[in-house]
């Protein structure tokens, strides 16, 4: 079972900047994707994901404002202009095919 830890969550004040991190417990380039989904009221929606070969993907609401990137051990969300909206928690994604895996979750809250 593929397990990722996510961390870096927290209390911002708007304008703020935070990074998440993911790390699963296989290698990341097993994995189509990998990416961060924002639940807030409503459904989890996709804000950024990378891709086996490095290619991007942003939610409109992140771009110019998030960027995803990843090294051997985890990928990172580095979030800057945080804004209200942006308040949610974030779930850690990896894609293999058909098969999802998700984390546990982090909670992001901006406050102005």
């Known amino acids: 079972q593929v397990q990722l830890v996510e961390s870096g969550g927290g209390l911002v004040q708007a304008g703020g900047s935070l990074t998440l991190s993911c790390a699963p417990s296989?290698?990341?380039?097993?994995?189509?994707?990998m990416g961060w989904y924002r639940q807030a009221p409503g459904a989890r929606e996709l804000v950024a994901r990378i891709?086996?070969?490095?290619s991007t993907n942003y939610a409109d609401s992140a771009k110019g404002r998030f960027t995803i990137s990843r090294d051997n051990i985890a990928v990172y969300l580095h979030m800057v202009g945080l804004k209200s909206e942006d308040t949610g928690v974030y779930y850690c994604?990896?894609?293999?095919?058909?098969?999802?895996?998700w984390g546990q979750g982090t909670q992001v809250t901006v406050f102005s």
């Open positions: 296989e290698s990341i380039f097993d994995f189509n994707y």
């Open positions: 994604n990896a894609n293999r095919l058909s098969r999802n895996w």
């Open positions: 891709s086996v070969g490095g």
